[in-house]
C-alpha cells in the first residue's frame, strides 16, 4: 500500500467520526509552518518574498503542538521554507510523534543527510522530500544545479536508517509528461514509499508568473501522465483526487481542508491564500466567508487552482459520503491503470524546451545562506 494500513485506519475512522457528528466542515490535515525562510529561492514559490525579520521569525515547539492540538487533525504536514532550518525541528517532531500524529515533514533535502541524527524512525513520521522531476527539470524548478543529486542523496540515506520517505512534487507548464513518467519510475527504484504530485499554484507573489498551469492544460497534463500508468507506481494521494487531475471527477474545493497555522496564526483562508489571520482555530472555522473560496465562487485567486491542499479533502468527504464513494475509491486503489488510446497519442507530442537554469536572487537569499551555514 502508499501508506501504512495504520494510518489509512485512523484517518478512517477520523473521518467517518466527523461525519456521525454531523459536522459538514472538519480538517483532515494540519499544515504547520514553524518558519518561511528557505536556502532555496525557487521561481514558482510564494512563500518566501518576505523582509528578513519575517524569515528570522519562527514557532517554538509549544505553539506547534498548541496549534495541532486545536485542530485535532490526525495527520500534520510541515512546510515551509525549509523546516530542517529551524533550530528546534527534532524537538517539534518527537512532541507530535508523541501524540500520535502521521507527520509529514517537507525537505528539500539540502541538509537532510547532515540532519537525520535529530530524528527517530516511526511509522508517525515520514520525510517528504521536494523532487520536482528528473535531474534536469528538478534543478530548472528550483533554481539550483545539483539539487537533484542531493536529494536523491539524502533520500537514499533518510532510507538506509529506516526512516519512512515520501516524495512531494509540483509540476508546471512545459512539464515533459514522459520525462514525469520517468521519474515515476525513478523514485520507485530508489526506494521511496510513496509519491505526491500536484499543479502548481498561481502565487501572487512568485518570482516567474509564465509558467503556471491553467485548468485546462492541467487536466491535459494529467491525463497523459496518470493513464496507462504503471502498477508499481505508488501515490500519497486519494485515488479519486488523481481522477480529478486527469479531469475524470469534478470536485467543489474544502478549503477549510487542510488549515494552515503559522508565525502569523491561523491563514485565512487556506495553505495558499493570505486574506488574513485568526488568533484561534475556532475563529478561523467561525469568521472565515468560506463561500468566498472556490473555483465556484468567482473568486479569480481560486480560477485554476487544482492543488491538493483544496481537493484532496474533497476527494476523501466523497469517499466516506456513501456506500457509492466507498465502492469507486476501492475501484480506483485496486485498478487504477486507466488505459486510454488518447492520452498515450498525447505522450508523442513534442515537448516544451524550457529557458536555461537561472538562479532567483532576492533580498532574502543573504539571509537564507546564512541560515544554512549557521543553523
Not at 496549534?67 to 521554507?81: K, R
Not at 491561523?266 to 469568521?287: I, N, S
Request: glycine fraction near 8%; hydrophobic fraction near 35%.
Amino acid at each position: 500500500m502508499a501508506v501504512p494500513i495504520s494510518q489509512a485506519w485512523t484517518v478512517a475512522t477520523y473521518v467517518l467520526g466527523q461525519k456521525m457528528k454531523g459536522r459538514k466542515r472538519y480538517p483532515l490535515v494540519t499544515m504547520l509552518e514553524p518558519l518561511y525562510r528557505c536556502n532555496l529561492a525557487c521561481a514558482g514559490c510564494g512563500k518566501i518574498q518576505y523582509p528578513a525579520h519575517i524569515l528570522k521569525q519562527e514557532l517554538s515547539p509549544e505553539e506547534c503542538f498548541r496549534a495541532v492540538e486545536e485542530a485535532g487533525t490526525p495527520m500534520v504536514a510541515i512546510p515551509g521554507g525549509e523546516p530542517l532550518l529551524h533550530p528546534r525541528i527534532g524537538e517539534i517532531i518527537e512532541g507530535l510523534v508523541a501524540r500520535k500524529k502521521y507527520v509529514y515533514m517537507c525537505t528539500n533535502a539540502l541538509l537532510l543527510k547532515e540532519k537525520l541524527h535529530l530524528f527517530k524512525p516511526s511509522k508517525y513520521f515520514s520525510f517528504s522530500v521536494h523532487v520536482d522531476g528528473q535531474r534536469e527539470h528538478h534543478d530548472f524548478s528550483v533554481c539550483r544545479e545539483g539539487g537533484y543529486d542531493i536529494a536523491v542523496e539524502g533520500i537514499r540515506a533518510a532510507l538506509a536508517k529506516g526512516f519512512r520517505v515520501t516524495t512531494n512534487t509540483t509540476l508546471f507548464d512545459g512539464a515533459d509528461p514522459n520525462s514525469v513518467r520517468a521519474f515515476f519510475d525513478e523514485m520507485m527504484e530508489v526506494g521511496v514509499e510513496s509519491m505526491m504530485v500536484a499543479p502548481g499554484y498561481t502565487y501572487e507573489k512568485a518570482p516567474d508568473q509564465k509558467h503556471f498551469l491553467g485548468r485546462a492544460r492541467s487536466r491535459r497534463l494529467f491525463r497523459s501522465i496518470l493513464s496507462n500508468r504503471k502498477k508499481g507506481w505508488r501515490f500519497n494521494a486519494n485515488p479519486l483526487y488523481l481522477e480529478f487531475l486527469m479531469g475524470k471527477r469534478d470536485f467543489r474545493c474544502t478549503p477549510w481542508g487542510m488549515p494552515t497555522y503559522s508565525i502569523f496564526g491561523w491563514q485565512k483562508p487556506c495553505y495558499l491564500l493570505q486574506d488574513g489571520y485568526a488568533d484561534t482555530f475556532k475563529e478561523l472555522m467561525e469568521a472565515t466567508e468560506w463561500a468566498n473560496y472556490g473555483t465556484e465562487s468567482g473568486n479569480p485567486k481560486c480560477a485554476n487552482c487544482m492543488v491538493h491542499s483544496g481537493y484532496e479533502a474533497s476527494g476523501v468527504n466523497y469517499t466516506f459520503g456513501s456506500l457509492k464513494g466507498l465502492w469507486e475509491t476501492a475501484k480506483a486503489t485496486f485498478s487504477s491503470v486507466y488505459p486510454d488510446k488518447g492520452a498515450l497519442d498525447l505522450l508523442n507530442e513534442p515537448a516544451k524546451p524550457h529557458a536555461p537554469l537561472v538562479q532567483i536572487h532576492t533580498a532574502t537569499t543573504h539571509v537564507r545562506e546564512t541560515e544554512e551555514t549557521t543553523v
